[in-house]
């Protein structure tokens, strides 16, 4: 039986050592950023306690961890790679209790920095203000710096996708009846081309994410059209999706038959003649792409971006290439390059996957 793995977390917070002294300047007196203050920032949740300041702290810290675990998210591609470990995060306290500078200071990959800063910003977005810190009675700035620990543990097997349970977990996949082969050969047979595209030689991919329930009939839980090439392929995309219905050996988990999923890809390339030029252009900026992969993945980051870069240069208003060249920019903590992609991905696309990042990284 495959198994998957469930993942929860564990943070606790800690006070640097050493101070820390900015070198802005500002209008309202003391500007120093403080790593050690007489009274610490705490999180604002028992402010109203009749009781001892070490109390409120210890308090205050069972509330932030609280607020964290319930708002943090594993990310997908650290679940997906096995990722664990502590990621640590600075940012600072300010005199009005907002949280400013957050960074990166140790992460262990796959978007783990990314989510504990998402959460920070959650904290300045819901309008939720630390009680600053104090020096001679003063409010003053205070550098927090706070490690998130990520583990992983044995998981359910199965997710909710909106009121749909999905399985990851099975005894034996979901399958075509006849093979992956035999599906190609299906899809391709029922896709066709919609002829309002030949006009502007309209190429791109759909993506559908298909759910195919235990009696084997289907329904569509996610479409991504990476081109904007509109309903008329969207239509054919998901009547060609939808026309398996019954021709799927569904998944099992302990013994009985599952809801699964199954994520499809529909290439559209134009039939006119006249439209040879562009389809010739997109082959050479799809092996681009993929070449330019292969070498990111082997740790040559300057050549693979070159590759990406040459091949959005051919198809700018690509969704895909966009969120590939994006996505490196990403790991490799080029977030103003990130941004762009990503956003520009977005409104293409209206794919909602970095809707949580893109205000981290577009500042």
Do not use: H
């Amino acid at each position: 039986m495959q198994t998957m793995r469930f993942y929860y977390l564990f943070f606790f917070a800690f006070i640097a050592s050493m101070p820390f002294v900015s070198g802005q300047t500002a209008s309202d007196g003391d500007t120093t950023i403080y790593a050690v203050a007489e009274e610490m920032p705490r999180f604002p949740a028992c402010e109203n306690l009749d009781t001892t300041l070490v109390f409120k702290n210890q308090c205050a810290q069972q509330a932030l961890l609280k607020f964290m675990y319930n708002n943090l998210v594993y990310p997908q591609e650290a679940r997906e790679n096995n990722l664990e470990g502590s990621v640590v995060v600075s940012f600072v306290v300010e005199k009005n209790g907002f949280l400013t500078q957050p960074k990166i200071l140790r992460d262990i990959g796959g978007g783990g920095g990314l989510e504990v800063l998402r959460v920070i910003e959650l904290m300045n977005q819901a309008d939720i203000r630390w009680v600053p810190g104090k020096q001679n009675g003063q409010a003053v700035r205070v550098q927090f710096n706070l490690p998130i620990r990520f583990k992983l543990e044995e998981a359910l097997p199965y997710i909710m996708v909106g009121r749909d349970t999905l399985y990851t977990t099975f005894e034996k996949p979901l399958e075509f009846k006849g093979g992956s082969e035999a599906l190609e050969q299906f899809l391709t047979e029922k896709l066709d081309y919609p002829p309002s595209g030949n006009d502007s030689c309209l190429i791109g991919r759909v993506e559908i994410q298909l759910l195919v329930k235990p009696d084997a009939s289907v329904s569509v839980l996610e479409m991504t059209d990476y081109c904007d090439l509109g309903f008329d392929f969207w239509y054919e995309a998901t009547d060609a999706a939808t026309s398996t219905i019954g021709k799927w050996e569904p998944a099992t988990y302990e013994g009985r038959k599952v809801p699964a999923a199954y994520d499809l890809t529909f290439p559209f390339v134009p039939t006119a003649a006249g439209c040879k030029e562009k389809i010739d252009r997109y082959q050479r900026a799809d092996q681009l792409a993929q070449e330019g992969a292969s070498l990111f993945n082997t740790d040559d980051p300057e050549p693979a971006l070159a590759k990406l870069s040459e091949a959005i240069a051919l198809f700018p208003d690509n969704a895909e290439l966009l969120i590939m060249r994006g996505q490196a920019y990403l790991d490799l903590n080029r977030f103003e390059e990130a941004c762009v992609d990503l956003s520009k991905a977005r409104n293409i696309a209206l794919i909602n996957w970095y809707d949580t990042v893109l205000p981290l990284i577009c500042r």
